[in-house]
């Protein structure tokens, strides 16, 4: 369990907040001892604690959960600057404008980390009039295919799912793209900078 609700993140969201064990204690209607037990990894909050613990400290109850706080700095929303997730149980693709907590299937997710493309995931662009014609020469299988194709600009993101023994292929609208990202399910993101 310490690797959900850690000591270390409720004694330093504490006193981030200037509290004093017994201050918390007196939030949640508990003894000073308890808090003390909690940070020192003697004894964990009681579930029905878990929800107003979290927000006394000023979190999520997914960030307290997962044993980190995540504080967005991306105040501009500069899109350019989000993250991909993609969940291993359902495929779903979610896109942040900045750092989150993002859960999906009861999994806590990691953001992706885009890599430079390599030759079996090396990402063709060809410019049509107003669109990029984005290609992946990478084989289609039911087992080991490219999911989705996405262009990024500093205005919003594009996405086109793909799906198993279909072309890796997709238009996007050139409208200020920076870069081009295709999502291989065994080998992770790629990234093509355009500018």
């Known amino acids: 369990m310490d690797n959900y609700v850690t000591g270390a993140v409720i004694r ?3 006193e981030a907040r200037k509290m004093t064990q017994e201050d918390l204690a007196e939030k949640l209607f508990v003894s000073g001892k308890a808090v003390s037990k909690w940070e020192t990894g003697q004894g964990f909050p009681d579930i029905s ?3 107003p613990l979290a927000s006394v400290l000023g979190i999520s109850l997914i960030e307290l959960l997962s044993g980190a706080d995540i504080q967005n700095k991306n105040r501009a929303c500069d899109m ?3 993250e991909f997730y993609v969940c291993p149980v359902c495929g779903n693709v979610i ?3 900045g750092a989150a907590v993002i ?3 009861g999994v806590t997710l990691p953001p992706l980390i885009a890599e430079d493309p390599d030759a079996a995931h090396d990402i063709h662009v060809e410019i049509s009039e107003d669109e990029y014609y984005v290609t992946v020469a990478h084989p289609m299988t039911k087992t080991h ?3 989705f194709l996405a262009a990024v600009s500093d205005r919003g993101a594009q996405f086109v799912k793909l799906y198993p023994q279909e072309n890796a292929a997709a238009r996007f609208r050139v ?3 920076s870069s081009l990202y295709a999502y291989c399910n065994h080998h992770g993101l790629f990234r093509l900078k355009l500018r």
Do not use: A, F, Q
């Open 12 to 14: 330093k969201l504490r």
């Open 49 to 51: 604690l878990l929800e």
């Open 80 to 82: 350019k600057k989000g």
């Open 95 to 97: 896109r942040s404008v």
């Open 103 to 105: 859960s999906c299937c």
């Open 145 to 147: 295919y490219i999911s």
């Open 175 to 177: 409208d200020h793209v």
